[in-house]
């Protein structure tokens, strides 16, 4: 299978749940009114649109009903489905460029998101795209993290910089960008722990590495990338923006869309922190995570182009 179907497949519970649910709402009104509203409120609320997005989309509504553009029910869906299109599609601003230095990438988020996983995978889409890529063992904090490291740049063939257990993690960020730029590798991956937002001794080792990373090479970290674990829904959105205060963030990487209803959340995500979702993570397998694109996230949701998108897969 290919990302789209996957992707597709990985949606399939979203779907279920929010869109069919919004449908459902839609058809048991003959016409327009309070209550239609107050039912798709608490339909957008359980799919985990979050308060904010959903209130955005019901004055969408409204503003749809007014201007004419929505006549009856059968018209709700469909204009739904637009909005969502442009929320998914605003906010893409593409990554930096950074030729001629070593870009940066710091991976940061709570346990067990997906962290360590993901960097495996880019290590290896980066690879595929012809660049040279290192990964830094940043996670001195949990005992056989580096190993977990260890396993995904052999796997793939990187070189990893790593320390000993315990060790001062903005050392290794130091070590590994000298390395980095020494080698000129294009792609620096630097795995950190996995931390609460409520330590402050950890938050404060990671603007301590943040710091160390730009003595180096100018400029880095480039990126900083939160992952986020779409099962865990409206949590993820209060973890970004508590991470946002920390170090300014300059993307999201959603994991775990496969097999959560969930998946709304991505739509939250994009429009309460204003940081773009720059990947997607579909399941644990190296080819599970792709850069974020809006128009195949659409069509994945609601099963348009499915035809295209297979065969551009064969
Ligand atoms: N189903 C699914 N599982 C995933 C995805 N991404 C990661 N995982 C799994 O999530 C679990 C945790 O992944 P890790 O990469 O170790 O997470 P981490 O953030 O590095 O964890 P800590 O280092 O403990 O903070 C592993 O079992 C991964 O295989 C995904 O997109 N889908
Ligand atoms: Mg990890």
């Avoid at 749809?64 to 909005?83: F, T, W």
């Avoid at 830094?136 to 257990?165: N, Y």
Wanted: charged letters at 25%; proline letters at 3%.
């Amino acid at each position: 299978m290919g990302f789209f179907s996957r992707l597709r497949k990985g949606l399939e519970k979203t779907k279920g749940s929010l869109i069919k649910n919004i449908e459902t709402v839609v058809r048991g009104y003959a016409k327009i009114d309070e209550d239609m509203y107050d039912d798709l409120e608490a339909v957008m609320l359980t799919g985990d649109m979050g308060v904010e997005t959903t209130e955005y989309l019901l004055d969408q509504i409204r503003t749809g009903v007014k201007s004419r553009q929505i006549k009856d029910g059968n018209d709700v869906v469909p204009y739904l489905e637009k909005c969502i299109v442009e929320l998914l599609e605003e906010n893409n601003e593409p990554v930096p460029d950074c030729t001629g230095t070593t870009r940066v990438i710091f991976i940061v988020g709570v346990n067990g998101v997906g962290k360590t996983t993901t960097i495996g995978k880019l290590a290896k889409y980066y690879k595929e795209q012809g660049q040279s890529v290192m990964v830094a063992a940043g996670d001195t904090f949990r005992a056989a993290a580096s190993e977990q490291l260890t396993i995904w740049a052999e796997r793939t063939g990187v070189p990893i910089v790593k320390h000993q257990e315990g060790a001062d993690a903005a050392a290794v960020v130091f070590d590994a960008t000298a390395a980095a730029k020494a080698r000129h590798i294009d792609v620096l991956l630097v795995d950190t722990a996995g931390r609460l937002h409520v330590k402050a001794n950890l938050m404060e080792e990671l603007r301590k590495m943040a710091r160390v990373a730009g003595k180096n090479i100018d400029g880095a970290p480039q990126e900083t990338l939160l992952v986020l674990d779409a099962t865990t829904g409206q949590n993820a959105v209060s973890q970004a923006k508590l991470f946002g205060e920390v170090v300014p963030l300059t993307g999201v990487v959603l994991t775990k869309l496969d097999g959560t209803a969930k998946g709304g959340v991505i739509l939250s995500v994009k429009r309460t922190l204003g940081v773009p979702v720059r990947w997607v993570g579909v399941g644990e397998g190296v080819d599970d995570l792709r850069p974020f694109d809006a128009a195949q996230f659409a069509d994945a949701l609601f099963d348009r182009n499915v035809e295209a998108h297979e065969q551009e897969e064969d």
